[in-house]
């Protein structure tokens, strides 16, 4: 059983910058994280994924270039650096975690994770 706590939103300008943070307890030999997030009336967006050993990355195109995803296995740590926020940014944000044999293999279904956060608000106004 893993618990996922995601930490870092709040209130912030257009063209400005956030931290989030996810970290996860329980015990877990491996494991692959998905960002995902979700907007009033809209459906739940994956948009960046780290696989278990943290070498293999990925982004949507809504985010690339902007958004940067990382990893500490030794703190049980992922972290998402974005950038250069839009208003259309705007959203609950939630990492969950797949449970894996694989150390490389990135996962970008909503339906193959197991566990999932409570979710961080992001909201970008001016």
């Known amino acids: 059983q893993l618990q996922l706590v995601e930490s870092g939103g709040g209130l912030v300008q257009p063209g400005g910058s956030l931290r989030l943070s996810c970290v996860v307890s329980g015990f877990a030999f491996n494991y692959a994280i998905g960002w995902f997030r979700q907007a009033p009336v809209k459906g739940r967006e994956g948009f960046s994924w780290?696989?278990?050993?943290?070498?293999?990355?990925d982004y949507a195109e809504s985010v690339k270039g902007r958004f940067t995803i990382s990893r500490d296995n030794a703190k049980k740590g992922i972290y998402l650096q974005v950038n250069s926020l839009k208003p259309e940014d705007s959203a609950v944000y939630y990492c969950?975690?797949?449970?894996?044999?694989?150390?490389?293999?990135?996962?970008?279904?909503?339906?193959?994770?197991?566990?999932w956060g409570q979710g961080t608000q992001v909201t970008v106004a001016s």
């Open positions: 780290i696989s278990a050993s943290g070498r293999s990355t």
């Open positions: 969950a975690a797949k449970r894996t044999y694989s150390s490389g293999t990135l996962y970008k279904d909503e339906v193959e994770y197991d566990y």
